[in-house]
């Protein structure tokens, strides 16, 4: 396959689970109903919520109301689903953000924990992720159609040797940012840092944005979801409100890209180990 | 000190060094006239070319035409100086591509070597900067008035962990970038890319280039040098042209940045270890 479809929903999470999935299924059906070979989702869609609240409404990483609509959704429209990322209940009583990915038969072919969570203050607003959510550990590829993507979560966005280790290590092509991106930082940041996450891995960048007020809660969000190919190039971006926008990701052109320029090549991992890295 | 005046030349080289470092003595001066505390140069402003006819015009760290005028204009004029790049002979028959740092005395106090070579193919051209020059190996920080700057070339700007390695392990505030960017890539890439490494890093980023068609060569340029501060905000670009842009580096505004949004303290370079370094 060398042109890959991809469809990023944009979506803004009301404060009910069930209408929630309730919502999506028609989004995700326009997605494949326009060819689509990949479906990205947003972070936290079906329940946006910080803290200890959110634990009630975590679900198992192999069922639940979400998790089973979803790996539904695939099978039946036959299209590979990156689920954006829901609360999955953690072994204590917190709960991760993950990341979930099922190909054209429903199965569940990975699984993303999101690594860095967002404990910061921006725009008036406090944000604490941390409380009542645990962190992962381990960077997660997905195989979907024989092309690897490499899967992370909003904030994760900040941090760029995630996406280096993803696409030089990993082979990641196409990578997916599932996100819930504050207006704030979303002005200022969200299409530089995307378009410079594809312009310095080489990669496709999927990135869905929630939009709104999430969750009936009254911290403002970007939106903005976006396509991005390799060369930076914005080849696709939502307006605001609810909705799916396409992308045809041009894998022969990847290529080229990757020998005239060829800066993957060029990297200097053993150079740039950070002292944080060496101690560990 | 709270802020730092900041200037960024921009200049076109000529063909004959000892034209170019004529030409520089005013715009020098200009940006001091201007109050600048520390001014930055282009890439390879004295002489630009590939290949092996630049060691002839490579000078000593300890001397040269243009290395004594470098060092004279800081304390002349009693500016940190940060001398772009220009060719330093090498142990060998090839050059070095070296940013030198210069304090108000006029004392060196560091020389970084260019480590990303610039081997691509792009816009029509071909490039092939290690046709004649040798990389270095060491990342390099110059403390300027007691602020840590981190010395890049160019090229470097396309591999993220040179930076963050300079901001998180270095404790670099301002990151330096001398270029001369290609008008085609320049086009696509370089705002976004300048911008990344400062929202990322937290970090002001000063990056001049050359424009038009440095050297006499018939090989474009991008110019658009740029101040821009932790937030990814454009404080100062360059029109076409030689010049001269001023930019107010506020680094209280950037440390209450590092304090409400501790993304560089939320970094997990234990987890981001590539293969290849773990190899080496």
Chains 1, 2 share one sequence.
């Not at 999470?13 to 494949?32: F, I, Q, T």
């Not at 696409?167 to 990641?172: F, T």
């Not at 310095?200 to 991005?228: C, R, W």
Request: glycine share 10%; aromatic share 6%.
């Amino acid at each position: 396959m060398t042109t890959i479809r991809a469809a990023c929903v944009q979506f803004s999470a009301r404060a009910d689970k069930s209408e929630n999935v309730a919502l999506m299924a028609p989004l995700v059906a326009e997605a494949a109903g326009r060819g689509a070979d990949v479906v990205l989702l947003p972070e936290k869609w079906n329940a946006w919520m910080d803290g200890p609240g959110l634990r009630p409404l975590a679900e198992r990483l192999d069922g639940g109301e979400t998790v089973d609509a979803m790996a539904g959704w695939a099978r039946e429209h036959g299209i590979n689903l990156i689920g954006g990322s829901i609360a999955i209940a953690a072994e204590d009583e917190s709960v991760h953000n993950v990341s979930i990915a099922f190909d054209r038969s429903g199965e569940r072919v990975a699984a993303y924990t999101k690594i860095h969570l967002f404990d910061v203050d921006v725009g008036g607003f406090s944000y604490r992720e941390s409380d009542g959510t645990a962190p992962g550990s381990e960077l997660v590829t997905a195989e979907l159609d024989g092309v690897t993507f490499g899967l992370t979560v909003c904030y994760d966005l900040r941090f760029p040797e995630l996406y280096r280790a993803l696409a030089l290590d990993r082979g990641a092509r196409i990578l997916t940012i599932p996100s819930n991106f504050t207006l704030h930082t979303g002005m200022a940041h969200w299409e530089v840092l995307l378009r410079a996450r594809a312009i310095e891995n080489q990669a496709f960048v999927l990135a869905t944005g929630q939009h709104g007020t999430p969750g009936g809660l009254d911290k403002p969000s970007y939106g903005h979801s976006m396509i991005v190919d390799p060369w930076g190039t914005v080849l696709a971006q939502a307006p605001d409100g609810d909705g799916v926008i396409v992308g045809d990701l041009d894998l022969t052109a990847q290529a080229s890209i990757r020998e005239r320029l060829p800066a993957l090549l060029h990297s200097r991992a053993d150079l740039y180990r950070t002292a944080h890295a060496a101690h560990t």
